[in-house]
């Protein structure tokens, strides 16, 4: 199974800030990798496919990217409905895996 | 409007048997897969396995091979997962997510409300 390594785990941020969570695949996975928010009593929502890419209607203060294995996802700008927890998950190969989540919340 | 929406909350003895429905509404049924993700309390998400409604083909995540099957119902657009012999460790939240494919892109697009599935004696 490809292991999906997600840091931090945990982030203390405030408002206005900009913050960076990091998943690092055990295999090449090309840029099959999409980024969820989850809040709390919430089902996840999808933010960025394919590595890179906005989802629709999701704003453009969220951002992905790709180098090598290593991947990243950007809030520019922290907004109060940003703190939640943000999961990683590859779609290269089955079984398709999620990283452990990283919890966003507020400084 | 896309919507999957799921059946209510179950609790159930170790041993037992669940059987979650995920109704499907607002597109074509058959055009798109459907994928159970499953959530123990505080954890992170773990895929489960996926059922493609054209045919009923499915594929089940080696971990739960034996003891999870999936199905649908065509004539009312739902599916269902049904989780043998479960154990305490298998109290969670389990979710049903559409699979979006658009050339070689694949990504949970809309999720169901998620199931609490308690198994305690």
């Known amino acids: 199974d490809i292991q999906m390594t997600q840091s931090p785990s945990s982030l203390s941020a405030s408002v206005g800030d900009r913050v960076t969570i990091t998943c690092q695949a055990s295999h090449d996975i090309k840029d099959y990798l999409n980024w969820y928010q989850q809040t709390p009593g919430q089902a996840p929502k999808l933010l960025i496919f394919d590595a890179s890419n906005l989802e629709t209607g999701v704003p453009s203060r969220f951002s992905g990217g790709a180098s090598g294995t290593d991947f990243t996802f950007t809030i520019t700008g922290l907004q109060p409905e940003d703190f939640a927890t943000y999961f990683c998950q590859q779609y290269y190969d089955l079984p398709y895996t999620f990283g452990q989540g990283t919890k966003l919340d507020i400084k | 409007q896309v919507l999957l929406v799921q059946s209510g909350a179950e609790v159930k003895k170790p041993g037992a048997s669940v059987k979650v429905s995920c109704q499907t509404s607002?597109?074509?049924?058959?055009?798109?897969?459907v994928h159970w993700v499953r959530q123990a309390p505080g954890q992170g998400l773990e895929w489960m396995g996926w059922?493609?409604?054209?045919?009923?083909?499915?594929n089940y995540a080696q971990k739960f091979h034996g003891r999870v099957t999936m199905t649908t119902d065509t004539s009312i657009s739902t599916v269902y997962m049904e989780l043998n012999s479960l154990r305490s460790d298998d109290t969670a939240i389990f979710y049903c997510?559409?699979?979006?494919?658009?050339?070689?892109?694949?990504?949970?697009?809309?999720w169901g409300q998620g199931t609490v599935v308690t198994v305690s004696s």
């Open positions: 997510a559409r699979m979006r494919i658009v050339a070689a892109s694949y990504s949970f697009d809309i």
């Open positions: 059922i493609n409604p054209y045919n009923g083909g499915t």
């Open positions: 607002g597109y074509t049924f058959n055009d798109y897969y």
